[in-house]
C-alpha cells in the first residue's frame, strides 16, 4: 500500500502536457511508496476525484502539485482560501467567479506539509523552491482548500500542495520567454519533500516571509 499519495493535474489553459503530472508519475515509477493520480483541471470532478484517490489508496501523507507557469521555483503552497475566481474557463468551459470552495467553512486552511524543512531539502537535491503564501484562486486553490476540508475526516493524515514551474519543453513549444524546471528535477524536488514531509512533524524555525 501506498505510503503517500502525489496528484498532478491534467493540461488546462491550451497546453498540451501538464509538469504537474508529468513528474508526479515519474516519481511514482521511481519508488514503490508513492501513487500517482491525475486530477481533471475541472472544478465539478476534481475535489470527488480527490477524495476517490484518498480513498482508494489510504496514504499517510497526501501531496497535491499543480504548474504554475511563470513561476521559477518549486513552491511548496502554505495556505488555501476559501474561494474561487477563475480567470479563465476550465476543462469542462466552466468559468466560476467569486463563489467558494465549500459554502460556511473557514475562511482558509494552512497546509500541514511542513513547508520551510521542505524547502530546505529541496534546495539541498539541487532544485530552486521558496515558500508560496498564495495557490491562487484557481482549481489548484481549489483542491488545495478541499484536501484541507477533507483530512479530518482521515484521522493522522497529513497534506499539502506545491506549485511547479513550467517545463522546458512546454516553454520551447509555445515560445514564451518564461522560467522552467525538467521533469526529472521537479521529481527531484517532490522526492526531497515527501521524505522530509513524512519525517518532519515540526517545521523549522526559519523566516521564509514575503512583503509582498
Ligand atoms: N494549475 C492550475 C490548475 C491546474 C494546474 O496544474 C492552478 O494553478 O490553479
Not at 501531496?63 to 507557469?69: F, M, R, T, Y
Not at 482548500?145 to 499539502?160: A, C, D, S, T, W
Request: charge should be negative; aromatic fraction near 6%.
Amino acid at each position: 500500500m501506498a505510503r503517500v499519495l502525489m496528484t498532478g493535474f491534467a493540461p488546462f489553459g491550451g497546453e498540451s502536457v501538464n509538469p504537474s503530472w508529468q513528474a508526479v508519475s515519474r516519481v511514482a515509477a521511481r519508488r514503490a511508496d508513492v501513487a500517482a493520480v491525475e486530477l481533471p483541471c475541472e472544478f465539478s470532478t476534481s475535489l470527488p476525484a480527490l477524495r476517490a484517490a484518498i480513498e482508494e489508496h489510504r496514504p499517510s501523507l497526501v501531496v497535491c502539485v499543480g504548474q504554475a507557469g511563470g513561476r521559477a521555483e518549486v513552491t511548496p503552497e502554505r495556505v488555501a482560501v476559501n474561494l474561487i475566481d477563475a480567470r479563465i474557463p476550465d476543462n469542462a468551459g466552466e468559468q466560476p467567479v467569486d463563489v467558494p470552495v465549500v459554502p460556511g467553512g473557514p475562511a482558509a486552511y494552512f497546509t500541514t506539509l511542513p513547508v520551510k524543512a521542505c524547502v530546505a531539502a529541496i534546495r539541498e537535491a539541487g532544485v530552486p523552491a521558496s515558500v508560496s503564501h498564495t495557490a491562487g484562486t484557481y482549481v489548484c486553490n481549489q483542491v488545495f482548500y478541499g484536501l484541507m476540508h477533507l483530512l479530518p475526516e482521515f484521522p493522522g493524515v497529513r497534506g499539502g500542495f506545491v506549485h511547479v514551474p513550467f517545463s522546458p519543453e512546454q516553454v520551447a513549444a509555445s515560445g514564451k520567454a518564461a522560467p522552467s524546471l525538467s521533469v526529472d528535477r521537479i521529481a527531484d524536488a517532490l522526492e526531497a519533500l515527501a521524505d522530509t514531509a513524512v519525517k518532519t512533524t515540526e517545521d523549522l524555525v526559519v523566516s521564509a516571509g514575503a512583503e509582498h
